[in-house]
């Protein structure tokens, strides 16, 4: 056992946020940094101690919380010894990219931490990114070219943490791998749709050009199956390559058909995040939706909204209202929620932090827009109302209905599935009653040769699930190509999240 007494002479901690009043001036990581003095409030030794707390217990819950089968108890002795060398060696036998599950992932793996029985379990997230970050600052993170190469061509459709850790997997194998992006730079969600202040994009590049001086190709601006002069039609990808893998995500939003939708200012999710990732990375000085100085909606009350939440308050807006159908989590496991299943309680974000209004038990009934000029047709404010659970179903309360300012909607309710318009279509794969791609217990498609990884084929999920999926792919991948493979497989398409 590491420290036998750890979790009993140390209480739960973690680096301390910016303060709000600084941050908001800002697009920077929410959290101190060692350039903004996080060694001065939390320094390595903090850290040390954090991991001090691990029990090394004799069932690891906490791998089971962890698609990636994290070695979870190891590594944070390791990181107790200051060994950070043999760390980041065990944190990369199983993650590709432990720095994005150390910024972005909600960590069921704490969710189910033995000590999370008395609501403080180990910081393990911070103790993974302690380790990736201080590989990188002893340049502990080298490429690994392959050894030989088959001679074989993989494209991989998308690169987003399904597909680079796919990517990454199967040029360490030896494949010829190329991944097209449709936009102009790589690393999908990562890129254009988590903000800079939950994750800076020179994470993203370092790992980028980690994965270059490895041998994987990278090409943008290119849609796969479009129909664009510059576009790469299905019949090329295939008569081009030996195994293709689809990993473009779930990219079509949830809408909502309300009386009033047609109206301007109402906007996906994802049709409003790109343009801040771009404002905040200087590529843009005004973007073309912009909430400054305006009352701002957000329908969602998922890591999405807060996205939005966080964007809307960097831009300048005069207020935030989040709204949420379902009623407001408990503080504490309810007793259907029991340990070691993922706490479904009130969490407070950095972006709900600095601001705004989060509204629960709530429904939007229509969208209201200004009926003279120079406004009309833009919407001027949501007609809200009460609900009520009633034999499992949500039903109005009578006499709550309310207006609710509002020049600028998002609509962060989650994804309905994969686009099947262009490659999907061109491919003639099948999709499935969820709309997810369809798949077989080895990943692959209803047309052989192709496969599928993460929420492409998953649907919406986190993105160590992601990770978790391209590195099983790739190992299906390897097989199918060369008869046999090395390469971890950590789930199948058909796991799902302890519950």
Not at 324 to 347: F, K, L, Q, S
């Amino acid at each position: 056992m590491a420290d036998s007494t750890g979790f009993l002479k140390h209480q739960r901690a973690l680096p301390p946020r910016r303060p709000v009043d600084v941050r908001l001036l800002d697009w920077k990581d929410v959290y101190l940094t060692r350039g903004t003095g996080e060694d001065e409030v939390f320094p390595v030794a903090a850290v040390r101690q954090q991991a001090a707390r691990c029990m090394d217990c004799g069932i690891p819950f906490c791998h089971h919380g962890c698609p990636l089968g994290n070695l979870i108890p190891e590594w944070n002795d390791l990181a107790r010894r200051d060994d950070w060398t043999e760390a980041i060696e065990r944190l990369h036998a199983t993650n590709n990219f432990p720095e994005f599950t150390g910024k972005l992932c909600p960590a069921p793996c704490e969710g189910s931490c033995v000590l999370n029985l008395q609501e403080s379990p180990v910081t393990i997230k911070q103790i993974e990114w302690e380790i990736i970050d201080q590989a990188f600052q002893r340049d502990l993170v080298a490429p690994v070219p392959p050894q030989e190469h088959t001679g074989k061509k993989v494209a991989v459709i998308g690169s987003g943490p399904a597909g680079l850790a796919a990517a990454q997997q199967l040029t360490r194998a030896g494949h010829e791998v190329t991944v097209y992006e449709r936009a102009d730079r790589v690393g999908g969600l990562l890129r254009y749709g988590i903000p800079e202040f939950k994750m800076e994009k020179a994470v993203l590049d370092r790992r980028l050009d980690q994965m270059r001086a490895e041998g994987t190709r990278f090409v943008t601006g290119v849609e796969v199956g479009g129909s664009g002069e510059d576009d790469l039609s299905a019949e090329q990808l295939r008569a081009e390559y030996d195994a293709v893998v689809l990993s473009g995500g779930a990219t079509v939003g949830r809408d909502l058909p309300a009386p009033g939708r047609e109206l301007h200012g109402i906007h996906l999710a994802m049709e409003y995040l790109p343009h801040g990732n771009r404002q905040a990375l200087g590529e843009l000085d005004d973007p073309p939706i912009n909430a400054r100085g305006k009352h701002v909606v957000i329908i969602g009350g998922g890591d999405t909204g807060a996205d939005c939440l966080g964007t809307a308050h960097r831009q300048g807006a005069a207020s935030v209202t989040q709204l949420e159908i379902m009623p407001v989590p408990p503080d504490r496991r309810a007793d259907n929620n029991p340990w070691p299943t993922y706490p479904m309680i009130m969490r407070v974000s950095s972006a709900h932090e600095e601001g705004g209004e989060r509204l629960y038990s709530v429904n939007s009934e229509r969208f209201l827009g200004h009926e003279e000029e120079p406004a009309q047709g833009t919407v001027r404010a949501l007609l809200i109302h009460d609900v009520e659970r009633v034999d499992g179903r949500f039903q109005k309360v009578e006499g709550s209905e309310r207006e609710l300012p509002a020049d600028l909607v998002f609509l962060a309710m989650g994804f309905t599935g994969a686009q099947r318009e262009g490659l999907v279509e061109a491919l003639g794969v099948e999709v499935d009653g969820r709309g997810n791609v369809a798949r077989d217990g080895e990943f692959m498609s209803t047309v052989p040769g192709v496969f599928v990884a993460g929420d492409m084929g998953r649907g919406q999920s986190l993105i160590v699930w992601a990770i978790a999926e391209g590195r099983a792919a790739a190992g299906a991948v390897d097989t199918w190509l060369t008869g046999a493979s090395m390469l971890p497989r950590p789930v199948t398409p058909t796991m799902v999240a302890l519950r």
